[in-house]
């Protein structure tokens, strides 16, 4: 069964600092993809930024890249510039490819952004 | 284009009542999944359909949970009698099936709370 793992409850950043958050899965698939989602107190999963396994080239999008690390199966993300509003909580997610996967998520990191 | 819309936003009730949930997808989205995150952990999958047939069930408390997605656009969740267990967040999203990221767009929630 796939797994994942977020072994980081809580994280602290600075205020236009950079933190990254880590993400480890267990899968002997080879099509599958990754997620991060953040959920602020509003309690609205936003997608942040996705990875296709296929595909080597590390994702990014504006301030937010992954660090996607096939053969370790490591899925980190890293927050640059970081924001008063980037605090929430950070859920990493893996999705079996087809039309059969599901969403299997990380038990999150909670993020903090001191001004 | 409008998200997808979950009502009640907050519901509490004595254990042993009925409750239901309601979850309007996105237009078109002819997937659609409930989840249930419980607090300080990741969501995980109720029960995911496509259009009107229930294709993943097997997360789903079958002997006091129940669902149906009528006419394959919104749904209802329905928990008798509810338990001090229960009490958790629901969420439902949706998706429109397939490549390139099987992108799951998340509504707000319904709290849960059993006393």
């Known amino acids: 069964a796939q797994t994942v793992t977020q072994s980081q409850p809580e994280m602290s950043v600075q205020e236009a600092e950079t933190v990254t958050l880590s993400c480890t899965y267990d899968?002997?698939?080879?099509?599958?993809?990754l997620f991060w989602y953040k959920q602020p107190p509003s309690r609205q999963m936003i997608l942040v930024i996705r990875?296709?396994?296929?595909?080597?080239q590390n994702a990014t999008e504006n301030r937010f890249s992954v660090n996607f690390q096939k053969a370790a199966k490591s899925f980190s993300l890293k927050i640059s510039d970081s924001q008063l509003g980037d605090a929430a909580m950070y859920f990493c997610?893996?999705?079996?490819?087809?039309?059969?996967?599901?969403?299997?998520f990380g038990k999150g990191t909670k993020l903090s952004v001191k001004p | 284009e409008a998200g997808v819309v979950q009502s009640p936003r907050y519901k509490i009730i004595e254990k042993k009542q009925p409750v239901a949930f309601w979850c309007n997808p996105i237009?078109?989205?002819?997937?659609l999944y409930w989840y249930r995150q419980n607090l300080g952990q990741g969501p995980e999958l109720l029960i995911r359909?496509?259009?009107?047939?229930?294709?993943?069930d097997s997360q789903l408390p079958k002997d006091r949970f129940s669902a149906e997605r009528l006419k394959g656009v919104d749904s209802t969740l329905k928990i008798q009698p509810a338990e001090l267990g229960d009490s958790a967040v629901y969420l439902c999203?949706?998706?429109?099936?397939?490549?390139?990221?099987?992108?799951?767009?998340f509504g707000p929630g319904t709290r849960l709370t059993v006393t």
């Open positions: 999203a949706s998706s429109l099936e397939g490549p390139p990221s099987y992108e799951q767009y």
């Open positions: 899968t002997s698939e080879s099509d599958y993809y």
């Open positions: 990875q296709e396994a296929y595909k080597q």
């Open positions: 997610a893996y999705r079996l490819g087809g039309s059969q996967g599901n969403l299997i």
């Open positions: 237009s078109g989205h002819n997937t």
């Open positions: 359909y496509e259009n009107e047939e229930a294709v993943d």
